[in-house]
């Protein structure tokens, strides 16, 4: 089958190749791919930032498909259902992480499309534990976004509580800024998103999304309009969801005391200047949030069957497994929201 595969380290080393094609097994399950989205992580492996121990590898995590194959131990899918898995395709299962489900942050996990081969092909094999079959109101193109969603869904909703009469700031207006301010939204909350000049057309899409207000930081002062809409106090909760040091620092002093940041974006560098006087100072609940768990999964799904996410506005491309370079292409010009690979 053909599979885009990151071939070894360093810079692009990805091409379309030949391999074997995958058959179920014990409590696997084999998938015909029906779309991927390309993450921004891919985009990361892409340019070799991050260090692919596992190399060669078929990349793609965010996917749906339809089940063709399932192995003697399976019981709960069956040949024909339309799925989507989470990333974890193993864990330990013996430490206090795995015994709570919190596979996100067992130490020996593996996930599809890092460590094991991924989505960007025209099969891919998951294990029983993680798949979810969809309710008939979710397309197989939405599906594909389950995963961000459910990294969006664990920030908003399991590392915190949104109240209906919460004033909400996100930085950053790419997918996952813009699926975490529906996922906000969705609560009742008002939302306030920033971005840059360079942003303009998610931020207008973000508009259309029903987001309260959009600010170019670049263009409008921040500090006056978070203000504005919460009587000088400051928002209660703010997510980054850029990784940018400078927005994260703008973030912390317009949260409001003893309210809560919650850090989603990744940074480039691990150590960084964060603004701790604020933290401290204004007594802020300063969140870490790393990828989802099971529980997340749920939640983004009941979101997406009850119309609560607009999906179809953020799938701006769709590009065939033989166009996955132009698809990656556009995703690294930001010239598309979200982009789809179609196997």
């Given at each position: 089958m ?11 080393e990805?091409e ?20 991927t989205?390309i993450?921004?992580s ?23 498909g339809?089940v063709v194959?399932?192995?003697k ?16 395709f193993?864990t330990?299962?013996e430490?206090?992480y795995?015994q709570e ?8 996990r ?30 197989l193109e ?27 700031l996100?930085?950053g207006?790419g ?12 609560q009742?909350?008002f939302?306030?998103?920033a ?10 899409l973000a508009?259309e999304?029903?987001?309260?207000v ?17 009587d000088?106090y ?14 994260v ?16 974006g ?9 603004d ?10 300063y ?7 099971p ?37 690294m ?11």
């Open positions: 053909k599979a885009v595969t990151k071939l070894k380290s360093g810079y692009d990805m379309l190749i030949e391999i074997d094609e995958p058959s179920a097994y014990d409590d696997k399950v084999k998938i015909k791919v029906a779309y989205g993450c921004g891919d985009i990361h492996t892409f340019k070799g930032e991050y260090n692919s121990k596992n190399t060669p590898v078929v990349l793609g995590h965010e996917f749906s339809v194959e399932v192995g131990d399976v019981t709960r899918v069956k040949v024909g259902d339309r799925v989507t898995s989470e990333t974890t193993t330990c299962g430490c206090i795995c489900k919190d596979y996100n942050l067992c130490p020996n593996t996930g599809l499309g890092t460590q094991v081969n991924g989505s960007m092909a025209e099969y891919v094999i998951a294990r029983e534990e993680s798949i979810h079959v969809l309710n008939e109101k979710v397309s939405a599906a594909a976004l389950t995963e961000p969603l459910a990294c969006c869904v664990h920030a908003a909703l399991e590392k915190t509580m949104i109240a209906e009469n919460d004033t909400v996100v930085f207006p997918p996952i800024g813009l699926l975490l301010s529906q996922v906000v939204k969705a009742g909350a939302v306030i998103l971005g840059i000049t360079k942003d303009r057309k998610r931020l207008d508009k999304l029903g987001i309260d959009v600010v170019d930081l670049l263009k409008e002062d921040l500090n006056e309009m978070v203000y504005q809409y919460t000088g400051g928002a209660d909760k703010v997510f980054d969801c850029s990784g940018a040091v400078p927005a620092n703008q973030g912390l002093a317009l949260t409001k005391k003893k309210g809560t940041f919650v850090q989603v990744l940074f480039a560098k691990k150590a960084n200047e964060i701790q006087e604020s933290i401290i100072q204004r007594e802020i609940n969140i870490g949030c790393r990828s989802q768990k529980s997340s999964w749920d939640i983004a799904l009941k979101l997406l069957e009850d119309g609560k996410i607009d999906t179809d506005k953020m799938i701006t491309k769709i590009v065939s497994l033989a166009e996955w370079r132009t698809g990656f292409e556009k995703v010009a930001g010239d598309e929201i979200k982009v789809l690979i179609e196997s």
